[in-house]
């Protein structure tokens, strides 16, 4: 990610947890043979009132214990593991523990725990009401209001649309098909844009590769998060597009803990879009605005070369931050100044871009 949403976002995030403590309560009677405590009293205590006329989530905790009782002891224990291991957000995106996923359990107890958490997320989270709004619309307008730019965090390029606007489709981080336990959430909800959601995650899981080999990914709320750099591309390198030979892209990731950026990479196809979709797509026009920038004659009276005016033109006319993806722009146009003033490369580099000013 390129910076964290931030976890004030997260103070109406209750809904998940108490639903799994009367859960784990509930299980933990059945496995040592004790009475059943029955609703609303098994709803911890300060969530009761809003919960305890919840007939849908009373009648489908009621079908969950009925199934459970019947399971066979081994999958008893190893299901109460299961939802220990789920939900133990944040940690489970760092640690290295084994966290099993539902598919190993019995059909029809899959069925039952999908249908509890799912109406959850698609329901319950819509239309539990505090401070006159749903806990999914108190989570999405924080974090909406306190993005730069509102920027989408998971790829920098598409936006978050404003509240009131039509909802994002709202995924999990971590899939519901696969770790339901985490499925009300709102730690395993984050928004992202379209894009990111419903054309390059979609049910990607992000704790498994496809080799089953256990990952590390970034905290939504508590990163870490990363700089992008192209200061390892090489001009003149790649392919040839719209009459200009682009430069072969070599896209790092700047920070400490590079596995949970390669993950990120994985899920999200952050190199793959960056270069597709921004850098081949805007590195003429992009080099044409500073050529016309350049031209002017104001530009022209305050610097002797081109070199001298990259300072004024990153700082000035590019700024900063996400706007206008920004923070590739300036990648680009500190990766042609330093090419400017390579001892062996920088003449070539000077003489195309004197090339482009003059057609101006």
Known sequence: MLFTYSPNALAENWLNSAIVSILNEGMTNILSGQRMVSWPRNIPLEHRELLRNRRGIRDRLTVFWREYANLERQHQEALLVAMREQTSLPEVFSNDAVCPKIDTFPDVIRVIIDDLFRFLFEKQLNSIIVREKSLRDLHYESIYFSVPSHVCPFCGLGHLRAPGAPRHALDHYMPISKYPFAGADLRNLPPMCSECNSDFKKDTDILIDEHESRLHCIDPYNGPVFNISLAESIPFAGRIERAIR???????????????????????????????????????????????????????????????????????????????????????????????????RGEDMIAFLQLLIDNV
């Open 246 to 344: 682009l430069p072969q892209w070599i896209i790092g990731f700047v920070g400490d803990s590079q596995d949970y950026a390669e993950n990120w990479d994985r899920v999200f196809k952050i190199r793959e879009r960056y270069e597709r979709d921004v850098l081949n797509a805007n590195f003429r026009s992009w080099l044409e605005h500073f050529a016309v920038w350049y031209s002017n004659p104001r530009t022209r009276n305050a610097y002797d070369d081109i070199i001298d005016s990259f300072s004024e033109y990153i700082d000035s006319v590019i700024q900063d931050g996400f706007t206008d993806k920004a923070f590739l722009k300036v990648e680009v146009f500190n990766l042609i100044r330093n090419e400017c003033v390579h001892p062996e």
